[in-house]
């Protein structure tokens, strides 16, 4: 799910054109190049995407080679507090490579650009460029401004709607499976998270502007899209009536597109886990059964701690609807230990939770201070103890995604190829349950969507066979 590395290369852009009317610059120009990192979640690797689109129109092609490269991006998480720090420590390392290249420019964006805004540049004086998530659509103007000299820290949420300025992504390639942001921004401020101060507040994009996207995404080859949001089941995006759409009608529409094969969305908040979405589980074939549907803690006194609003008796019950609607449903979720209060009996809540919900896959965390959330200065629970509990949540969770694994061998399931494996002759591809399938398959099959019979579990994936 992270997506912590250098993007990968893409085929460099073409050249940008003269507007009509302008005179053509006949002098050549050489290419300049930008590497983008991109730490977190997937909506920043969409936003970095949709960065290289607008930096592409003004004639940046990608690279994955930071040394090469005229601009280095950091596109980066705020979540915890490791991933901030990452960011100083890949800001110390990148410096040394602008004495060789004085014209280099560097760029913070993403959520630690925002939550920190004017500190970076004072803590780190190789940065010129600090933009938010808000704010991606002005940055060309904002290079052009550090390229005449000035520190530029662009923090604002602005009026105007980025996504109405943002270029679509335009990776090379082809690709089969994409991100698509219907929702930004979260209203419910957990009592840990810097999402609602860094992100903004809720946001739906409206329901044509998601469906034009998807519709040309399909166009380039995409059969599957996973819809993006912090809160993306709270999506109440204006319809072509202006009335709002709920998440569940916008993904029906979707499905009605002929060559989208795929719809899944994430992440989930379990309140806005309305009845007509879970309706849609059971009638949209198109809707893949995997829900990302975080519960954070198991004990109802840390829940309420931690401002979710919901116990984990409501938690439960729901679970139980979804399998109803759905009963192959491959639950995932995400889980914070030692949350400030968080005592062993309220840890033993959790795991007695996890082992009655059995998760296909989770995530799980230590809770880390976050500056400007209202846990961050409640008394804290010892490290050790976080650590303790931890290690063996996580053992739980990876015997229940083992035994998820095991389950599948022996079943048939149906992947969509999406990329050459490690063996020659191998192709990898996702099962409707989001796991990793590798496959001994003809090239031909890229971008098929095929029957195979698992035959083995590995420790983070699946072998499988063609079905004849
Ligand atoms: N400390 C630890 N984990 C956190 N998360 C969010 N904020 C914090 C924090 N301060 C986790 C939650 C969330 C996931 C994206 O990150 O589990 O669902
Ligand atoms: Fe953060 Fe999610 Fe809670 Fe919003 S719902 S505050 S994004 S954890």
Redesign the pocket.
Known sequence: MAADGGMTARQPAAAPKAADGAREDTAPRRERRVFIRTYG?QMNVYDSERMLGALAARGYAPTDRPEEADLILLNTCH???KAAEKVYSELGRLKPLKAAKPDLKIGVAGCVAQAEGEEIVRRQPAVDVVVGPQTYHRLPELLMRAEAGEKVVETEFPAEDKFDHLPAATPAGRRVSAFLTVQEGCDKF?A????PYTRGAELSRPVEKVLAEARRLVAEGVREITLLGQNVNAYHGAGPNGRDWSLARLVLALAEIDGLDRIRYT?SHPNDMSDDLIAAHRDCDKLMPYLHL?V?SGSDRILRAMNRRHSADDYLRLVERIRAARPDMLMSG???VGFPGESDADFAATMALVEKVGYGQA????????PG?P?AGREQVPEAVKAERLAALQAVLAEQQRRAQEAMVGRRVKVLFERPGRLAGQLVGRSEYLHAVHVEAPAALMGEIVEVEITRSESHSLAGRLVA
């Open positions: 979640c979540i915890r507090e957990c840990f998270c810097v999402v992440t975080p954070q995400d889980f914070i995530f799980s965390f230590k809770y880390s201070p976050r959330t846990a």
